[in-house]
């Protein structure tokens, strides 16, 4: 009961702020403050004069509200909307208005309107107290995207204009644009005639990304069962494609000897055939609520690496779960690396007893995978028993767990990544 | 938004023409605007403003403090708002000659630095700050000495800054028209505001009458029927000072009321006439030639217009700056005067009474009590006594049947707390003996009326005088006999003894912070008022100067290479360039040109749309002038910049006269 009525009471609250945010100018919010402070000051007119000005600033604001009505907004908008941005970058994005009035406009203040990020009720009572500084801090988490207002300074008539939005991606995932505000300031520049225009777009955030020191995946190749669909031709063929540095695994009858006396390094003939590098990146997406901060950095570091990790010469498989076991593949023909980081933007943190999910998914294609990359977020029972059994298939691993403080317990080959000390951990690799 | 030049300090000059504060405000006016005289600039960092805003919170806090315990509440709240600005002159002065075009939001508070933001807001000190200049002229409450001079000075401040803010682009008659609509609605309300309040004040007594430790002379709730004991505060309320010898106890009166309705005691007679000055601060009570005994009281109103504490038959009040003093037939004088502290001088005649003849309400019985008082005077016999011996029976009654008690207990149903008094308990508190008291002498056929107000006893050997504590508040009759209102006090003299018994250790504690209030609120009434602006002027530019030297060593090396790029002048080269003045005059006329294109792009663009009024060619040979004064290392010559301001001014006229005839001809 009491939270079903502070819920309401703080949603109103913040609706109200919201919508005189979005009507009132700088300069009417502090017309607006000045009214509370000079009524609150002035309450008995025989003390001080602040009545006068709560009187003045009163009518100020009426006559200003007064005029709204009569203030059209004759404009179109159109997003020019880059394909996908990263969490914690800024970035900007054209939009191009068009005043379809016959005069020419003043002042536009473009607002964007964004999906509502206020938290439903169920998670507003995960809060220990019903407070409107909880509330706040919930929807602060919530938030995907900060776009701030932007004046155009006017368009003449019939003619077009551009304007410039500086945003900034708070976290990855699906920034919904629902539409667009556009406001005309009163003469006085105190409140706005607005008017909404849908527009209902998405833009990608990735994840955020950390720099990788240079890495050398261990492993040999591995023949690919069925294989040969990922090759561009079918069968035994051993067509011949090119050189290229000799790496562990290769066959010695592959060794291109003139070659390897020329550069002083070995160098194999390549063919197009079906052994091939394939790495596994396993990203950890169950755990419960608390562990949400561990989780995000996860997605990152799964992020880095996919987007780092050179495909040139191999395969890597995203694996995690989503509402189903996902597998992503990238590489020789396969997905770009953007795809794989467009996949981890969706990642969900999943009830920690699904875990086994994961394992499956794994171990069906423990075959084919040269070496295995494992981000966790735990370090229970069943994370130590599936490195243990790849560990058992001879499987080479690098393993790291998200966790806010590392394990007693933890083995010499574990890194422990600290949130917000991601960075550091990783150069340590 | 940076403030307009000159506007802060027109502001300021404005608050000191409403308080006569002139030499603090053309200070600080100086101090602010001065750095606009200059390009030299200091660079500050986000906690440096931090900084400074913890020194205005800390000084705002303790002068708050100190104002409190000086004069209470309302008038605190006025000089602290009035002095406020002065106060936030560290955090307006950093900005004014600080390199930041504006300044976090969260330095103003540290529970907001806590906060994490993605965007801090960022804002101009200048207009808050203007704001809180304005304020503070506004609790100078000049309005009766300069009448609606605030409010003009406030129009023309509010319409500058307005002005200077517009939107672009707005219909330009709209403006004034809109601003005058304003202007005349705001002093509308304001006066309808300070109308409405003067009416309540003069129709709705009780209602700003009510609650707390003010005496109104209207009524007096009493606590008759009260069930439980009663616990008067130890809180001192007036200190007596008798500049002879004095009488003990000494009653000093503060309101009488002649019809008893409830348990209340009602002022049937109202109306209060004005009692006529005899000089600056004196006020003539009776027509006597002084009296013989006076003395001083100090007595504090929290919420101002006072009803005074007057000893019987006192004849002139003294030293007292009331605006005016008005008593009523029944004896309450009341003055008109601000809340606070404030002092007296009574000269008074014990023999002589100034009160008016007794009326029919003087002998007026509630019917409720009529059956009970008219039994007890039968088995007194009053009936048949003359007044004298009528009152001597009463008080002998009371004197040797009854007793004093704080504590109420339950009584029989269909009785009411008098008739039980007088019948079955026999003991009660100073309301029950004066209210029987009156009603006995009312059926003995003696006029008598019900007074309020303190009896003053103890004397406290550390303030040299008498206090008066809130429990020392009483309740006596006067009754009318051999044609003069005598005093009658029937409780029990040990009631004192009584009320003292609940004294804790903390009282002596609350007595000597009581004294230390006083002592300091006396001193600061007896410094000149112009000492007290030098004192706190001089304490606060010493404070400034600390301040701003903390602040400015070794700043100043980073200073002279920030300076040059934020000073409006040298931000880069060429900045000056009247070209600009074309762009923003085209951009009016909404063709804005965005920041992703180039200006000879952008005229080209303008030029194949065909702008009214604009003269192509020399905008062409403006703009190759305009490319040159900008990018050419050898710069232009003198004559190549004078050619460049004249092209500008005659196509930015150009397009003014176009947009004049366009305005001319869509009107006709």
Same mark, same amino acid.
């Given at each position: 009961?009491?939270?079903?009525?502070?819920?309401?009471?703080?949603?109103?609250?913040?609706?109200?702020?919201?919508?005189?945010?979005?009507?009132?100018?700088?300069?009417?919010?502090?017309?607006?403050?000045?009214?509370?402070?000079?009524?609150?000051?002035?309450?008995?007119?025989?003390?001080?004069?602040?009545?006068?000005?709560?009187?003045?600033?009163?009518?100020?604001?009426?006559?200003?509200?007064?005029?709204?009505?009569?203030?059209?907004? @004759?404009?179109?908008?159109?997003?020019?909307?880059?394909?996908?941005?990263?969490?914690?970058?800024?970035?900007?994005?054209?939009?191009?208005?068009?005043?379809?009035?016959?005069?020419?406009?003043?002042?536009?203040?473009?607002?964007?309107?964004?999906?509502?990020?206020?938290?439903?009720?169920?998670?507003?009572?995960?809060?220990?107290?019903?407070?409107?500084?909880?509330?706040?801090?919930?929807?602060?988490?919530?938030?995907?995207?900060?776009? @701030?207002?932007?004046?155009?300074?006017?368009?003449?008539?019939?003619?077009?204009?551009?304007?410039?939005?500086?945003?900034?991606?708070?976290?990855?995932?699906?920034?919904?644009?629902?539409?667009?505000?556009?406001?005309?300031?009163?003469?006085?520049?105190?409140?706005?005639?607005?008017?909404?225009?849908?527009?209902?777009?998405?833009?990608?955030?990735?994840?955020?990304?950390?720099?990788?020191?240079?890495?050398?995946?261990?492993?040999?190749?591995?023949?690919?069962?069925?294989?040969?669909?990922?090759?561009?031709?079918?069968?035994?063929?051993?067509?011949?494609?090119?050189?290229?540095?000799?790496?562990?695994?290769?066959?010695?009858?592959?060794?291109?000897?003139?070659?390897?006396?020329?550069?002083?390094?070995?160098?194999?003939?390549?063919?197009?055939?079906?052994?091939?590098?394939?790495?596994?990146?396993?990203?950890?997406?169950?755990?419960?609520?608390?562990?949400?901060?561990?989780?995000?950095?996860?997605?990152?570091?799964?992020?880095?690496?996919?987007?780092?990790?050179?495909?040139?010469?191999?395969?890597?498989?995203?694996?995690?779960?989503?509402?189903?076991?996902?597998?992503?593949?990238?590489?020789?023909?396969?997905?770009?690396?953007?795809?794989?980081?467009?996949?981890?933007?969706?990642?969900?943190?999943?009830?920690?007893?699904?875990?086994?999910?994961?394992?499956?998914?794994?171990?069906?294609?423990?075959?084919?995978?040269?070496?295995?990359?494992?981000?966790?977020?735990?370090?229970?029972?069943?994370?130590?028993?599936?490195?243990?059994?790849?560990?058992?298939?001879?499987?080479?691993?690098?393993?790291?767990?998200?966790?806010?403080?590392?394990?007693?317990?933890?083995?010499?080959?574990?890194?422990?990544?600290?949130?917000?000390?991601?960075?550091?951990?990783?150069?340590?690799? | 938004?940076?403030?307009?030049?000159?506007?802060?300090?027109?502001?300021?000059?404005?608050?000191?023409?409403?308080? =006569?504060?002139?030499?603090?405000?053309?200070?600080?006016?100086?101090?602010?605007?001065?750095?606009?005289?200059?390009?030299?600039?200091?660079?500050?960092?986000?906690?440096?403003?931090?900084?400074?805003?913890?020194?205005?919170?800390?000084?705002?806090?303790?002068?708050?403090?100190?104002?409190?315990?000086?004069?209470?509440?309302?008038?605190?709240?006025?000089?602290?708002?009035?002095?406020?600005?002065?106060?936030?002159?560290?955090?307006?002065?950093?900005?004014?000659?600080?390199?930041?075009?504006?300044?976090?939001?969260?330095?103003?508070?540290?529970?907001?630095?806590?906060?994490?933001?993605?965007?801090?807001?960022?804002?101009?000190?200048?207009?808050?700050?203007?704001?809180?200049?304005?304020?503070?002229?506004?609790?100078?409450?000049?309005?009766?000495?300069?009448?609606?001079?605030?409010?003009?000075?406030?129009?023309?401040?509010?319409? /500058?800054?307005?002005?200077?803010?517009?939107?672009?682009?707005?219909?330009?008659?709209? /403006?004034?028209?809109?601003?005058?609509?304003?202007?005349?609605?705001?002093?509308?309300?304001?006066?309808?505001?300070?109308?409405?309040?003067?009416?309540?004040?003069?129709?709705?007594?009780?209602?700003?009458?009510?609650?707390?430790?003010?005496?109104?002379?209207?009524?007096?709730?009493?606590?008759?029927?009260?069930?439980?004991?009663?616990?008067?505060?130890?809180?001192?309320?007036?200190?007596?000072?008798?500049?002879?010898?004095?009488?003990?106890?000494?009653?000093?009166?503060?309101?009488?009321?002649?019809?008893?309705?409830?348990?209340?005691?009602?002022?049937?007679?109202?109306?209060?006439?004005?009692?006529?000055?005899?000089?600056?601060?004196?006020?003539?009570?009776?027509?006597?030639?002084?009296?013989?005994?006076?003395?001083?009281?100090?007595?504090?109103?929290?919420?101002?217009?006072?009803?005074?504490?007057?000893?019987?038959?006192?004849?002139?009040?003294?030293?007292?700056?009331?605006?005016?003093?008005?008593?009523?037939?029944?004896?309450?004088?009341?003055?008109?005067? =601000?809340?606070?502290?404030?002092?007296?001088?009574?000269?008074?005649?014990?023999?002589?009474?100034?009160?008016?003849?007794?009326?029919?309400?003087?002998?007026?019985?509630?019917?409720?009590?009529?059956?009970?008082?008219?039994?007890?005077?039968?088995?007194?016999?009053?009936?048949?006594?003359?007044?004298?011996?009528?009152?001597?029976?009463?008080?002998?009654?009371?004197?040797?049947?009854?007793?004093?008690?704080?504590?109420?207990?339950?009584?029989?149903?269909?009785?009411?707390?008098?008739?039980?008094?007088?019948?079955?308990?026999?003991?009660?508190?100073?309301?029950?003996?004066?209210?029987?008291?009156?009603?006995?002498?009312?059926?003995?056929?003696?006029?008598?009326?019900?007074?309020?107000?303190?009896?003053?006893?103890?004397?406290?050997?550390?303030?040299?005088?008498?206090?008066?504590?809130?429990?020392?508040?009483?309740?006596?009759?006067?009754?009318?006999?051999?044609?003069?209102?005598?005093?009658?006090?029937?409780?029990?003299?040990?009631?004192?003894?009584?009320?003292?018994?609940?004294?804790?250790?903390?009282?002596?504690?609350?007595?000597?912070?009581?004294?230390?209030?006083?002592?300091?609120?006396?001193?600061?009434?007896?410094?000149?008022?112009?000492? =007290?602006?030098?004192?706190?002027?001089?304490?606060?530019?010493?404070?400034?100067?600390?301040?701003?030297?903390?602040?400015?060593?070794?700043?100043?090396?980073?200073?002279?290479?920030?300076?040059?790029?934020?000073?409006?002048?040298?931000?880069?080269?060429?900045?000056?360039?009247?070209?600009?003045?074309?762009?923003?005059?085209?951009?009016?006329?909404?063709?804005?040109?965005?920041?992703?294109?180039?200006?000879?792009?952008?005229?080209?663009?303008?030029?194949? =749309?065909?702008?009214?009024?604009?003269?192509?060619?020399?905008?062409?040979?403006?703009?190759?002038?305009?490319?040159?004064?900008?990018?050419?290392?050898?710069?232009?010559?003198?004559?190549?910049?004078?050619?460049?301001?004249?092209?500008?001014?005659?196509?930015?006229?150009?397009?003014?006269?176009?947009?004049?005839?366009?305005?001319?001809?869509?009107?006709?």
């Amino acid at each position: 009961m009491i939270w079903r009525l502070s819920y309401r009471l703080i949603r109103a609250v913040s609706t109200a702020q919201f919508l005189i945010a979005r009507r009132a100018s700088r300069a009417g919010l502090f017309v607006l403050g000045g009214m509370v402070v000079s009524a609150a000051l002035g309450i008995d007119t025989t003390q001080t004069t602040a009545y006068q000005i709560f009187a003045f600033l009163g009518a100020l604001t009426l006559v200003a509200l007064a005029t709204l009505p009569f203030i059209g907004v @004759p404009v179109t908008v159109q997003r020019l909307l880059p394909r996908a941005v990263t969490a914690g970058e800024s970035f900007s994005y054209l939009v191009k208005l068009r005043n379809g009035n016959r005069s020419a406009l003043g002042d536009i203040v473009l607002l964007e309107t964004l999906a509502d990020p206020r938290p439903p009720l169920q998670v507003f009572r995960s809060l220990r107290f019903p407070t409107y500084r909880g509330f706040w801090r919930l929807t602060r988490a919530r938030q995907v995207g900060d776009i @701030p207002e932007v004046t155009v300074p006017g368009i003449a008539a019939g003619a077009e204009s551009g304007a410039r939005m500086e945003a900034h991606a708070l976290r990855r995932g699906v920034l919904h644009f629902e539409g667009m505000t556009i406001g005309r300031p009163d003469p006085f520049g105190l409140f706005r005639a607005v008017t909404r225009v849908t527009a209902a777009e998405n833009l990608l955030v990735l994840p955020r990304r950390y720099p990788l020191p240079p890495l050398a995946l261990p492993g040999s190749r591995k023949y690919q069962v069925g294989g040969v669909s990922l090759a561009s031709s079918v069968g035994d063929s051993e067509e011949f494609m090119g050189l290229r540095d000799y790496r562990p695994g290769d066959p010695l009858q592959r060794v291109h000897w003139k070659s390897y006396a020329r550069a002083g390094r070995p160098v194999v003939k390549e063919y197009q055939d079906e052994f091939f590098e394939r790495h596994a990146l396993v990203l950890d997406t169950f755990g419960n609520e608390r562990a949400s901060p561990a989780f995000e950095e996860a997605v990152s570091v799964a992020a880095s690496f996919a987007y780092t990790i050179d495909t040139q010469e191999c395969l890597l498989d995203l694996l995690f779960v989503g509402d189903a076991p996902c597998a992503y593949t990238a590489g020789r023909g396969q997905l770009q690396p953007s795809a794989l980081l467009e996949a981890l933007a969706g990642a969900r943190l999943l009830p920690n007893d699904g875990f086994v999910a994961l394992r499956e998914s794994i171990m069906a294609r423990r075959a084919t995978l040269t070496s295995s990359i494992l981000v966790l977020i735990g370090w229970d029972e069943p994370r130590r028993r599936l490195v243990w059994e790849l560990r058992v298939l001879g499987l080479p691993l690098l393993v790291m767990a998200v966790l806010g403080e590392p394990p007693a317990d933890a083995p010499a080959w574990l890194h422990v990544l600290v949130p917000g000390r991601v960075r550091e951990g990783l150069a340590r690799l | 938004m940076k403030t307009p030049v000159l506007f802060l300090g027109a502001v300021i000059l404005f608050w000191g023409a409403q308080t =006569g504060q002139w030499m603090v405000a053309v200070a600080a006016a100086l101090a602010i605007e001065g750095a606009r005289a200059t390009t030299r600039r200091w660079e500050f960092s986000t906690s440096d403003f931090s900084r400074a805003a913890d020194v205005c919170t800390v000084v705002v806090l303790a002068v708050g403090v100190v104002l409190y315990f000086s004069f209470g509440n309302p008038a605190a709240i006025k000089f602290l708002f009035q002095w406020l600005a002065v106060m936030l002159l560290p955090l307006a002065l950093l900005q004014a000659w600080g390199t930041a075009a504006d300044i976090e939001l969260s330095v103003l508070a540290r529970s907001l630095r806590r906060v994490r933001n993605i965007r801090p807001t960022r804002f101009n000190v200048g207009y808050p700050y203007a704001a809180v200049w304005m304020l503070g002229a506004s609790a100078a409450n000049a309005v009766n000495s300069s009448g609606p001079v605030f409010y003009a000075g406030l129009v023309t401040l509010a319409a /500058w800054a307005l002005w200077s803010n517009r939107p672009r682009g707005s219909l330009p008659l709209a /403006w004034p028209v809109l601003l005058g609509v304003a202007v005349f609605a705001g002093y509308a309300g304001h006066v309808g505001l300070n109308t409405l309040q003067l009416w309540l004040e003069g129709n709705v007594p009780e209602w700003l009458a009510g609650g707390g430790e003010r005496t109104d002379p209207y009524e007096s709730r009493t606590d008759l029927g009260r069930i439980g004991e009663i616990k008067g505060s130890s809180a001192i309320v007036l200190r007596v000072r008798p500049e002879g010898g004095m009488a003990r106890p000494l009653l000093l009166h503060r309101a009488s009321y002649d019809d008893y309705v409830g348990s209340s005691w009602v002022a049937r007679s109202r109306a209060f006439a004005v009692i006529p000055r005899s000089g600056a601060a004196s006020w003539r009570l009776q027509d006597a030639p002084g009296g013989t005994s006076g003395i001083v009281i100090d007595d504090n109103a929290p919420r101002g217009n006072p009803v005074l504490s007057l000893p019987s038959g006192a004849t002139r009040i003294d030293g007292l700056s009331a605006v005016e003093l008005r008593h009523n037939p029944l004896g309450a004088v009341q003055a008109e005067l =601000g809340p606070g502290p404030f002092r007296y001088i009574v000269r008074y005649e014990t023999q002589r009474d100034g009160q008016g003849a007794p009326g029919e309400m003087d002998l007026r019985l509630p019917r409720v009590e009529v059956r009970v008082i008219e039994e007890v005077a039968r088995s007194l016999g009053l009936r048949s006594l003359p007044p004298e011996e009528a009152v001597a029976r009463i008080s002998s009654h009371f004197l040797q049947e009854f007793r004093y008690a704080l504590y109420q207990p339950q009584r029989p149903a269909g009785q009411t707390a008098l008739a039980y008094f007088l019948l079955g308990s026999h003991e009660g508190h100073c309301e029950y003996f004066a209210t029987a008291t009156v009603l006995l002498l009312r059926a003995a056929g003696v006029p008598a009326r019900y007074a309020t107000g303190f009896s003053v006893q103890e004397f406290s050997a550390r303030e040299n005088a008498y206090v008066v504590r809130q429990r020392h508040a009483h309740a006596w009759a006067r009754a009318w006999v051999n044609g003069r209102w005598i005093e009658i006090d029937t409780t029990p003299p040990d009631w004192l003894v009584a009320e003292t018994a609940g004294d804790s250790a903390w009282t002596a504690l609350a007595d000597l912070w009581s004294w230390l209030r006083y002592r300091w609120g006396r001193t600061t009434e007896e410094m000149d008022r112009t000492d =007290g602006a030098i004192l706190v002027t001089s304490v606060a530019l010493i404070l400034a100067a600390w301040f701003a030297w903390r602040m400015m060593r070794g700043r100043e090396g980073a200073s002279r290479k920030q300076a040059a790029p934020a000073g409006p002048r040298s931000a880069y080269p060429g900045a000056d360039s009247e070209f600009y003045a074309v762009e923003s005059r085209l951009a009016i006329l909404g063709s804005a040109r965005p920041a992703s294109e180039a200006f000879s792009e952008w005229l080209e663009r303008i030029a194949r =749309g065909g702008t009214p009024g604009l003269d192509v060619e020399a905008a062409r040979e403006a703009l190759r002038l305009h490319y040159r004064y900008r990018f050419d290392p050898q710069g232009i010559a003198l004559q190549e910049r004078e050619e460049l301001r004249l092209l500008s001014a005659r196509i930015v006229a150009g397009l003014r006269e176009a947009e004049a005839a366009g305005a001319r001809s869509s009107a006709g």
